[in-house]
Nanobody, 118 residues
Framework: QVQLVESGGGLVQPGGSLNLSCAAS????????MGWFRQAPGKERDLIGD????????YYADSVRGRFTISRDNTKNILYLQMTSLKPEDTAIYYC???????????WGQGTQVTVSS
């Protein structure tokens, strides 16, 4: 079992920056493919980016590429999401996920709210 806890959300003005963290416990996440998702009101939960276990490879959705950066520190068991040039449409609940070798070995955090508004 892996427990994930997101933090760092809040209210930020358009054009601002915010850094999210996802702290893992229970197991070391080095073997897990980690991802960040977000869900806006009335919309589905969408993948915005992910990172391989080693951290050497990342993927970003078009909507955030060039503005968001995903990184991880396996020694601290933490996943990060650096968000810059934030837009009102980035407003959502942000979730992290750990994906293991099977569907049963997949875990979600509880989410953290990010609101971009003036």
């Amino acid at each position: 079992q892996v427990q994930l806890v997101e933090s760092g959300g809040g209210l930020v003005q358009p054009g601002g920056s915010l850094n999210l963290s996802c702290a893992a416990s229970g197991r070391n996440i080095a073997t897990y493919h980690m991802g960040w998702f977000r869900q806006a009101p009335g919309k589905e939960r969408d993948l915005i980016g992910d990172i391989t276990g080693s951290g050497q490879s990342t993927y970003y959705a078009d909507s955030v590429r060039g503005r968001f950066t995903i990184s991880r520190d396996n020694t601290k068991n933490i996943l990060y999401l650096q968000m810059t040039s934030l837009k009102p449409e980035d407003t959502a609940i942000y979730y992290c996920r750990a994906a293991g070798s099977s569907a049963e070995d997949s875990y979600w955090g509880q989410g953290t709210q990010v609101t971009v508004s003036s």
